[in-house]
C-alpha cells in the first residue's frame, strides 16, 4: 500500500516539476497581498499572461504573505516588478538604488482611505475628523496590515494629528486586521467597532452588493494622497536586453483590457515617478515607521 | 497537604496565572462568536477536497520539507550529541532551540527568500539542537558494563558503534519517528509565512471564511498524521530520506549577494550603519527595550503562565478520555479520537482559528496552547494509568478518579507539566504574529517595517527568555525530584 502511495506522489509530482521548470530568464513579479488571496491570484494571473505576450518572456507571479516579503523579494533580486502600495513602494525603492516607479493606476494620484463604522456605533458620518473626537473615543479600531499605506499609515497620521495622542491611547484596542477585505467584514460583523480601509476596496464590494449597509457605513474619508504603483528594477535591461524597462512600462501603461483592469480595479495605468512619492515618505518619517 | 512539596509548587503556580489573569486582555470581542464557530464546524463536516488545485501539492511539500529538515536536523543532532560535554556545544545547542521554527523560517527568508532552503533549515536548526540534547541524554543513559567488557586497545569508534549504540537504538528510534510527527506539525505551519506548505493554503482559505476548503485540509492533515505508523516503515526510510529533496519545489534562486548584506548591513544597530557609533546605540536599544521588548516580555511571560496552568487543568480532565479506568470501548476510541486532534494540530493553526472567531485577545491564545499541550499530556498520563493495576474493591468514578488515579500520575503529569514549560513559552511567542502583543507582535512589526536589527535584537531576547524558562523548568524537575521522557 505505501510502495503504492509512493508510485502515485511520484507521479504527481513530477508534473509539478515539469510544470515549473521554465526557461532560464523568467520575469517575476509580485503584489502586496492587501486583499483576499483567491482574488489576487486571479487578477495578476491574468496581468502575467498580459504582459507575457507583449513582451516575449515567460512572466511569472508570485503570491506573498506579507507586504514585507514583497518588499524583500523585490530588494532580493527574487522578483523585479510589483505593484506597491504608496508606503512598500517608498521602501522599496529606497532599498533598491535605481529601481523606479513606472506606472500608477489613475485613481491611485488621488487615492483615499475610509473610516468605517459599525452602526451599533451609532457614530454619525462628517467632513471634519475632529467631530468624531468623542463618539470614536475608547472604541475598538482595526487597521489593515502594519505595512499599509491606506489601511495604516494614512489613517494613523490622521488620528495622531488630529487627536494628538497614539491609536493605541486613543482607542480601547488597536488591531491589524491583515488586509482590506478582512477589515471590512470585521467592522462588518462587530468584532470591531471602527476599521480604516483602501477606499477602492470599498467602492467596489458596494458595487458588487457585497456589503450590508445596515450594518456598516462609512464616517469619514481622509483627503487624498498618492497610492499604488508599479515599480521594476533598475538592472532588468542588462538582464532581459537594452529597453526591457521601457516596453514593460508601454505594455503597462496601454493595458486596456477591462476585465482585468476592473478587478484592480482601475479605469487605466498613467505614468508615475519616484516623486510622486515624496508626501508618503515624509508622512512615514513624522509617524516612525521610517527611518 | 500543603506540606508536599508537589502541592505547594502547584498552589504556587495557579496563584500566579490567578494573578495574571488580573493583567491579562481576556475577551471575546466578536459579536457572534458561536455562529462563526458553528460556521467553521459546518466547513469541517462538509469538507470540499477539490477547492485549490496546489492542494496535494502542498501536502506533498508538506512532508518533503519534513522529512529533510528532520533529517538534516538529526544528523546534525547526533554529530551534536557526542560533543555535549563541552559547554560552548550545549549552549550552542540551547541557544538554536529556543528560537521557533517561524523566527527561523522569518530569518531566513529575508536572504535566501522563497528557496527551498528557507524551509529546510528552518526546520533542521532547532531540531538538531532538540535533537543533540535527547541523543545525548539518551546515550548518557546507556549501560556502561558492554563497554567494560572490552579488550584493552579498542578503538573509540569501535566501542562506542559496538556498546553504546545497541544500547540506544531502539530509544533513538522512536524519538526521531517522534520528531518527524513534529516535523510534520512545524512544516505544515511554514507555510504561514509564504513557504509552500499547507498552512499557505489553510491561512489563504480561512480568512476568507472559505471554512469547507479549510475543513477539507485539516483533514488530509489529520490523515497524514494518524496514518504515519502504515506509510512510515523503516524500510522505506532510505527512499522518503533520498527521494524528499527531489520535492521541495522550486521557489526561486538564492542570490548569495543578499546575504552578505544581511549579515554585514541589515542586521547591524541603525546607529552603528549609519555611523553614530557607541553614543547612538544607548539611545536606540533604550528605545526598543521600552517601547517593544518590555511589554513584549511583559504580555509573553503572563500568557505563558496562563497557559501552563490551563493546560494542567485540560490535562487532569482529559486523561480520563483514554484511561481504561472509566467507561467502555466506545467512549474511549472517541476520546483517542479527540486527543488524537488536538495534538495533532499545530497551536498556531488553532490560535489562528479561534483568533479568527473570537476576535483578537489572549483568550484564543490561552484555548489554543491549552487544548494542544494538554491533549499531548492528557495522553501521556492516560497512557500511564493503563498500566496501573487497581484493587478488584477500588471504587469508581469522580473517587476513583480523584483518590486513586490521579495520586499516582500526579508527579509525572508535574513532570510533563514542566517540560512542557519552555515549550509553551517558544509557542507564545510566536503568537505574536498573530496579533496578540506577545514578542513575536514586535518582531513581526519590525520585520514589516524592514528593521531587521531591530527584530534579531527581539528575536535573540525571546532566545535568553526561553532559556531563562527551561533552565528554572529543570531546577524544579530537580527540585521536586521529576523525572520525564521528552515531548515536543
Known sequence: MALNLIRKLVVSSLFCVTAVTASAETFVFTAIPDEDETKLVERFRGVADYLSEQLDVDVRYIPVKSYAAAVSAFRNNQVQLAWFGGLSGVQARRLVPGSEAIAQGVEDEAFETYFIANTTTAIKPTEKLSDLEAPMKGKTFTFGSKGSTSGRLMPEFYVRDTFGTKPEDFFSRVGFSGNHTRTLRLVEAGTYDIGALNFQVWEKELSDGNIDTDAVQVIWKTPAYPDYQWTIRGDVDERFGEGFKQRVTEALLNLDNPELLESFPRSGFIPASNDDYEPIRKTAEEIGILD | MFSSPTVRTSFIFLAIALVGLLFADIAITASNPWRDLGNFFLGIVTPNFFSSEGLMTALLRTVAFAFVGVALGGVAGFLLALAYRSLPVRMFCAFVRAIHELFWA????????????????????????????????????????????????????????????PDCWVKMRTYTAYRLECGLRSSAILGFVGLPTLGFYLEASFSQGLYSDAGAMLILFYVLIATMPLWVRPKLLPVYILGAPFFLGEGLPIVWGNVQRFFTEDIVPAPLRNGEGLAGLAPWLNDLMINEAMPGIWNTIVLTQIALVATGIISLLAFPLISNHFGGPIRRNAG???????????????????????GPSMLPAVVALALHNGGIIGHLIGRQTNTIKLRPDAPNGINRYGWELVPRV?????AFLFYRWEIIMRETAILGILGIYTLGFYVDSAIQNIRFDRAMVLILITALLNIGVDTLGRYIRRKLALKTMPTC
Open chain 2, 106 to 165: 522569518l530569518i531566513f527568508l529575508q536572504f535566501f527568500g522563497f528557496h527551498p532552503l528557507t524551509g529546510v533549515l528552518a526546520i533542521a536548526i532547532p531540531y538538531a539542537g532538540i535533537f543533540a540534547k535527547v541523543y545525548s541524554e539518551i546515550l548518557e543513559e546507556a549501560d556502561p558494563e558492554p563497554g567494560r567488557a572490552l579488550p584493552p586497545g579498542t578503538g573509540i569508534i569501535s566501542a562506542f558503534l559496538y556498546t553504546r549504540i
Open chain 2, 336 to 358: 483517542h479520537v479527540a486527543l488524537v486532534i488536538a495534538r495533532s494540530t499545530p497551536e498556531y493553526i488553532l490560535a489562528y482559528i479561534l483568533l479568527q472567531l473570537w
Open chain 2, 410 to 414: 500526579y508527579r509525572s503529569f508535574l
